[in-house]
């Protein structure tokens, strides 16, 4: 306890703060988007050390190696790929400085981000965010799993008919194309910005 004290006192420990959207230009992150595919900052976390930054497409994380160091690893996981699990948040005690924002997301080690307590009201909104994103994430996973079961039963019962071998093959290459469309566009969510928008309030 007297050792973390210290480290806040000394300026020592890696307790980040949520930047405003007026000094989203600043960050290194910023420098790492696809902006000319419409992704932008919704939210992010900044300490001496790394930058978390959630925006409408993925998760960028600007990973130091120590605060005195200008080493960055960028690493970025897409939230059309990545599963985020796990959204829990540590709230702060009487003498502690911070709030602990931890999740998952896909085979990434699981994140602990520390924040100023200061800040805990907008830490609740991103952990409001991250759990509707997976709950999204997991009903699009059960909707193309849906679908493909679908195709095999539509598949064998056209293996079984009498149509000729052409006619199955239109007919089975029309479907899965259809499918196919179907899944990506519908049921492949890439683009979260309405969950941002609605649940983000800094």
């Known amino acids: 306890m007297f050792k973390k004290l210290a480290s806040e006192a000394l300026g020592l ?9 007026s000094d989203y230009n600043k960050v290194d992150a910023d420098d790492y988007l696809f902006s000319e595919d419409g992704e932008k900052i919704f939210f992010l976390i900044k300490s001496k050390k790394d ?38 948040i540590e709230t702060a005690g009487t003498i502690d400085m911070d709030v602990e924002l931890k999740f998952t997301i896909g085979d990434a080690p699981p994140f602990s981000i520390d924040v100023r307590k200061s800040f805990i ?33 539509v598949g064998q019962m056209f293996k079984l008919g009498t149509a000729s071998e052409e006619v199955v093959t239109a007919h089975y290459n029309a479907l899965l194309n259809n499918i196919n469309g179907t899944v990506l566009e519908r049921f492949h969510r890439r683009d979260f910005a309405p969950v941002f928008e609605r649940y983000i309030h800094n």
């Open 51 to 88: 930058e978390y930054c959630f925006t409408n497409l993925a998760l960028v994380h600007v990973d130091g190696d120590s605060a005195v160091s200008s080493k960055r690893t960028i690493k970025r996981y897409e939230y059309g790929s990545h599963r985020i699990g796990r959204v829990t």
């Open 13 to 21: 420990s890696d307790i980040g703060v949520i930047v405003p959207p």
């Open 121 to 153: 009201e907008q830490v609740k909104d991103i952990y409001k965010a991250l759990i509707m994103i997976g709950r999204l994430q997991e009903r699009d996973e059960r909707a193309r799993d849906n679908a493909m079961h679908c195709l095999g039963v």
